[in-house]
């Protein structure tokens, strides 16, 4: 999986004039003129842009491409709502990326739904592909990972971040998945499937990093020395609550309580923890045992 990763960003550093800019854009356009085929006759007027695996191999081969500019709903609303988030993101992601990666991300998406149904027609199953949106949901996963603290309002009212939603957007594509393999639904299983594993392809050094952080982290709290500093402070705790003071210099025996405007600190070339008065962090004998 990295070296998948390591070749799509030198790829997209190598062919600086690859891809299609504005991608988002013309499929979008595409998406409202299926929408208005649609609308204005009948569903056969764009029966011909699905992806069918069977009718591509009796020459139908534009199914190919044309199956991106199915539209999601028939709801002219949730059409345009849909659109317009997924043009968005796009946008964000082709200036964050540049055109060559933004483009080879949607094109590996493609290429992979198109690979899923060809797998699942050859087994005997139905591998008709209408629209794409797991592809899109995908790159929405993509949005969130440069951009996880961004706010959106859901529902145009309710402030949420975008990580938020993404952890919703994984939760529903479980949910997709287990209901199509319990009705045994094969492209319905897959589909997610594949949309994720183009996500992780394009974001493996991110999220290896971020784990790699993660183990750090742990490791750090779990440590020796953490544990050893940890439980010193509460033993400092416990023994200024039974004494009645915090600090008291190791030199001339003042304590915080008797004196609360003297300053105490603690020499780190001590052996053990030495607190000392402000008169003697500088002049005294450090301990050795």
């Known amino acids: 999986m990295k070296k998948l990763n390591e070749a799509v960003d030198r790829f997209a550093y190598s062919h600086p004039r690859f891809g299609i800019p504005n991608l988002m854009k013309f499929i979008v356009v595409g998406n409202l003129i299926a929408f208005l ?25 534009w199914r190919l491409v044309t199956f991106i500019f199915v539209p999601g709903s028939t709801n002219l609303f949730t059409l345009a709502i849909s659109l317009y988030f997924y043009f968005w993101i796009g946008s964000m992601l082709e200036r964050e990326w540049g055109t060559p990666k933004f483009t080879l991300y949607y094109l590996c998406g493609m290429v992979l739904t198109v690979l899923t149904g060809f797998i699942v027609y050859l087994t005997g199953g139905n591998g008709t592909v209408w629209g794409t949106y797991y592809i899109n949901m995908s790159m929405f996963f993509a949005f969130a990972a440069l951009y996880p603290d961004m706010q959106v309002l859901l529902f145009f009212i309710i402030p949420i971040k975008v990580k938020w939603l993404a952890w919703l957007d994984g939760a529903l594509f479980a949910v997709d998945i287990l209901g199509a393999a319990f009705r045994l639904n094969l492209i319905g ?13 394009f974001f493996w050094s991110e999220i290896s990093d971020a784990v790699a952080r993660h183990r750090g982290y742990a490791a750090h709290r779990n440590s020796h020395q953490t544990i050893q500093f940890k439980d010193a402070a509460k033993q400092q705790a416990k023994k200024a609550r039974e004494q009645g003071y915090h600090h008291k210099c190791s030199v001339c025996g003042r304590t915080d309580t008797d004196y609360p405007n003297l300053q105490f600190r603690y020499c780190s070339r001590c052996a053990g923890y030495h607190c000392f008065c402000e008169d003697h962090i500088f002049n005294h004998e450090h301990f050795t045992s």
């Open 37 to 61: 085929l649609l609308r204005f006759s009948n569903y056969g007027a764009i029966a011909f842009l699905g992806f069918d695996p069977g009718a591509v191999l009796h020459g139908e081969i």
């Open 189 to 201: 299983a897959l589909l997610p499937v594949v949309a994720l594993l183009n996500f992780f392809v």
